[in-house]
């Protein structure tokens, strides 16, 4: 270790020594990594190719729902359900709303908004209804992505690559637009209709739910016809799959912090 790394390394643990969560910040190098799903009400055989992915590889990921799921309603070692509430549409009542999804999801303790959305209301309705930790704070390839304590005691956390943006902005499939060899929490997100898709851009995935008003009632025999047969996003994911798994890099469910 140079002079330089020493140095980095010496201010990083003073930096951070009473975090609880310091462990998990890849400080000496990648070492634990979080994988995450917004299942945006796909159907379920999208859900469980997902699912399958990680348990190929025999990872962990965390993953947060929008509706009633068989799937996610079962027991699994492989993953951890969180809910995925969307307060963007409607005219309800977001203590309604939520408390539905709850109902649905008793043992979830984590959330994510729908398109992120999140402020101090939404703080205290996570709260309220027991939710320990909230990843709606979306930092593209940040580095020093860290965990803090609200004011109300939720664990709040930043995640820092998702498949829809980097499919939005254009970027190739390669490593350099993952950032992964800095420093930080690394959580990874992504979308369940576009990894089994396959997409190569969101247009591809607009162009099949477009045409669905409830896209959970989609068939697989109907969507099948789309799915990418070259080189996607689901190409990629898995490529990151197989890349943590081969340098036994820790993947976990998000209640391990609490």
């Given at each position: 270790m140079t002079v330089l790394e020493q140095s980095f390394k010496k201010n990083n643990e003073f930096i951070y020594e009473n975090d609880p969560l310091k462990k998990y910040y890849n400080l000496d190098g990648l070492n634990h990594i979080f994988l995450t799903t917004d299942v945006d009400w796909a159907p379920d055989f999208c859900v469980e190719h997902v699912i399958n992915l990680v348990k190929k590889y025999n990872l962990k990921i965390n993953i947060f729902a929008t509706h009633a799921s068989d799937i996610l309603l079962s027991k699994s070692n492989t993953f951890e359900v969180g809910l995925h509430p969307d307060f963007t549409r409607d005219n309800f009542n977001w203590d309604e709303k939520f408390k539905k999804l709850k109902e649905l999801y008793p043992e979830a303790h984590g959330a994510r908004g729908h398109r992120n959305v999140?402020?101090?209301?939404?703080?205290?309705?996570y709260t309220k209804y027991n939710i320990k930790y909230d990843v709606s704070t979306f930092l593209w390839n940040h580095s020093y992505c860290v965990g803090h304590k609200d004011y109300n005691g939720l664990l709040r956390m930043s995640y820092m690559w998702e498949d829809g943006i980097h499919l939005d902005m254009g970027y190739d499939f390669s490593w350099s637009n993952v950032n992964l060899c800095t420093p930080g929490l690394k959580i990874l997100?992504?979308?369940?209709?576009?990894?089994?898709?396959?997409?190569?851009?969101?247009?591809?995935?607009?162009?099949?739910t477009s045409k669905y008003k409830d896209l959970t009632s989609a068939k697989e025999s109907d969507i099948n016809p789309y799915i990418n047969q070259g080189y996607g996003i689901c190409s990629f994911w898995e490529e990151i799959l197989s890349y943590i798994s081969s340098n036994n890099i820790q993947t976990h469910h998000f209640m391990e912090l609490l």
């Open positions: 999140f402020g101090q209301n939404v703080s205290d309705l997100n992504v979308h369940p209709i576009l990894i089994y898709l396959n997409c190569i851009n969101d247009n591809e995935r607009r162009s099949v």
